[in-house]
C-alpha cells in the first residue's frame, strides 16, 4: 500500500522544515518495516519567504519528499492541485494535513490504519475520544458550532467537524470526483465532501489529538460571513435555485470589498 501525504503550504519558512522532518521520520520507519510506501507532496502556493528552499532541502534528504510550487494562492486550490499530482502516481491512498504540525504523524497514521472499507475518513475535534490543546476560546467554540450547524443544516451532512485539516481518501473516490469540486477557497472541504457524498461515497468521522496553532491568525470577524456565503453558493449551485448565483455573486464581492 502507498500512501500520498499532500502539505499545502504557503509562508511556512518556520515551521515546514520541522514538520517534513517529523513525518520523514515516522513514515521512514512504517516503510522499512514493510508497512506501506508514501510520499509527501509539499504544494506552495503562492509563497514570499523561503518556504521553498527549506522544502528543497528536505527533499535532498528524503527523495520521497516530492513538492509543487504554485502562483495562484488559496490552501483548497493547492490541495487540489496537489490531488492531480498525487492521481497520477501510483497510490492507493491520498490524504492531506497542515503545515504547523498540529497532527502529529502518528495521528494521521491513525486514520490509514482506520480507513477500512471506507472512501474516506475525516480526523475530527467535536467527537467522543478527541484531545484538543490548547481548548479553545469560547468565542471560537461558539463560532464553530454555529458554522456547523449551518452546514449539516443547509447540505444535510452528518460531520461535526468539516474544517479539521487532516483527511484521507482513496484513491479511486478522489479520481471520480475531483472534477466535481469547483471550490477552491472559504469551503474546500465542504465542497470535497458534499462532492464525494453526491456520488455516495462513505466518508467517517474519527477522533483525534489536535494542537491549533493558528487562534490568533484567523480573522472570524472577515472569514466567518464569507465562508457562511461559500456554504450558500454550494446549496445553490446543487438546487433548482441556480439562477439567484447572481445575486450571491454581488453579496461575496461586497464583503470582500468591505473587508
Partial sequence: MKVSVIIPAYNEEKRIGRTLEKYSLYFENLRKSNQLDYEILVVINNTTDRT??????????????????????????????????????????????????????????????????????????????????????????????????????????????TQCGAKLFKTEALKKTISDISMSQWAFDVDLLYCLRKRNYKIKEVPTRWSDREYSKINFMQAGPLMALAILRLRLINSPFKSFIRIYNFMFNSLKNIG
Fill in 52 to 161: 521553498e528552499e527549506i522544502v528543497k532541502k528536505s527533499a535532498e534528504k528524503n527523495k520521497r519528499i516530492n513538492f509543487l510550487n504554485l502562483k495562484p494562492g488559496g490552501k483548497g486550490y493547492a490541495i487540489r492541485e496537489g490531488f492531480r499530482k498525487a492521481l497520477d502516481d501510483e497510490n492507493d491512498l491520498i490524504g492531506f494535513v497542515d503545515a504547523d504540525m498540529s497532527t502529529l504523524p502518528e495521528d494521521f497514521y491513525f486514520l490509514i490504519r482506520k480507513i477500512g472499507r471506507d472512501d474516506g475518513i475525516i480526523a475530527s475535534r467535536y467527537v467522543k475520544g478527541s484531545v484538543v490543546k490548547p481548548r479553545p476560546s469560547i468565542q471560537r467554540t461558539a463560532a464553530s458550532r454555529v458554522f456547523n450547524v449551518f452546514i449539516r443544516g443547509l447540505l444535510f451532512m452528518p460531520y461535526r467537524d
